[in-house]
């Protein structure tokens, strides 16, 4: 044998050996999972229990992207250890998780890199029907978009929660790259028509008048939709990502087309129960205040006065009358926390209305 086929073989061998302590030390993790299931189901007899914990899995992966001692970046093994924390979820309850689809959508892709990829994830055609289906317990969470950092806020997820009782359980912010895709039939065609959603016409503006003026641009009600008619209708192309170029079998005729190269949308995760403290968490609220001078202030001092960061403050128009308004709210830190109590104090007495949408898990992937 030559010395590197000798090498290459000693090393294999080590492979090999680290491959089955590997599966040993997997399966035992597992077992344990499964045991931890077992004392949750024998405490909560005949109950709804709630396997699935956000709290731990933010703290079991930030622990993992500290202590990582390379040469893996921190990222790719929080990310191996996110899919075999969700193969032990899975033999604890199998997940049912609805998202903003079809399939294909970067919500799936948000949905995937939040739970792992042991889930049973449902596409459903609208936000409010993602809501629903959670509310009803036919799914166990949900996964909607919240904000774009090049667009703003999504105002249908922000209105949802006006009337829904379901709590945000977490967050996960996906970076979206467009591409413009076609079939390979139409590849050396003329393009006529680009499909796309709404939001990725929006984020992709700037490129599409610089680089396929006058080309006509049809929104459709995701990007997977796009994705499907333009692998369907030769001399058409979709603006989408990679899931959906994958699904339809599409080549990319200009790869990453996003205007912004930071281009992030923020997602959140709903479900019907609070989590507990993790140790970096966020909240959110919504607050109606009384029209009056210095409402605004009134509502804000009490986070300056107790220290407490403000992440986002949005507007919207309140369902209960013209030129009312409600103001949505995340700031830093858990309803737990001793100065997040004081400020939501504080905030109740002045507020028409206070409606506590969650805390929950800072994103860590
Ligand atoms: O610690 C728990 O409560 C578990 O169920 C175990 C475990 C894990 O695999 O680490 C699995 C699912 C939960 O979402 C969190 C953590």
Redesign the pocket.
């Given at each position: 044998m030559t010395d590197e086929k000798t090498r290459l073989a000693e090393l294999r061998d080590q492979i090999d050996s680290i491959d089955q302590q590997i599966m040993d030390l997997i399966s035992a993790?597992a077992a344990?999972?499964q045991e931890?299931?077992n004392v949750?189901m024998a405490a909560n007899p005949g109950q709804d229990v709630f396997?699935?914990?956000?709290e731990?899995?933010a703290q079991?992966l930030r622990r993992i992207k500290e202590q990582n001692p390379g040469p893996l970046a921190d990222e790719e093994m929080a990310r191996l250890f996110r899919e075999?924390?969700s193969a032990?979820?899975a033999l604890?309850k199998p997940m049912h998780i609805a998202f903003l689809g079809p399939i294909g959508t970067f919500t799936q892709a948000a949905a995937l890199k939040h739970f792992g990829h042991s889930v049973i994830s449902v596409p459903l055609p609208a936000i409010d029907a993602v809501f629903r289906e959670v509310e009803s317990g036919a799914a166990h969470y949900g996964v909607v978009p919240v904000e774009n950092s090049t667009e703003g806020m999504i105002n249908h997820t922000l209105d949802m929660f006006m009337s829904s009782p379901l709590k945000i359980c977490g967050e996960v912010q996906l970076r979206i790259h467009h591409h413009l895709l076609v079939s390979p039939e139409s590849k050396d065609q003329e393009i006529t028509r680009i499909y796309s959603h709404q939001q990725s016409f929006a984020q992709c503006r700037q490129w599409l008048d610089t680089h396929r003026y006058g080309i006509e641009r049809v929104t459709v009600s995701s990007n997977a939709e796009a994705a499907r008619r333009a692998a369907e209708e030769p001399g058409t192309a979709a603006i989408a990502g990679d899931m959906a170029a994958e699904l339809y079998g599409l080549e990319k005729l200009a790869n990453c087309i996003e205007d912004r190269p930071d281009n992030t949308t923020r997602f959140l995760i709903i479900g019907r129960e609070e989590v507990s403290a993790s140790g970096h968490d966020k909240s959110s609220i919504l607050v109606s205040m009384r029209n009056k001078p210095g409402a605004l202030y009134q509502l804000l001092e009490p986070f300056h006065r107790h220290g407490i960061s403000l992440t986002r403050i949005e507007t919207r128009p309140s369902p209960s009358g013209t030129w009312a308004y409600v103001f949505y709210i995340d700031f830093e830190g858990h309803v737990e926390d001793e100065q997040v109590r004081k400020v939501l104090s504080d905030v109740d007495e002045e507020a028409v209305e206070l409606k506590k949408l969650g805390s929950y898990p800072i994103g860590v992937l």
């Open positions: 993790r344990c999972a931890v299931a949750k396997f699935y914990r956000p731990r899995e079991v075999i924390m032990c979820l604890e």
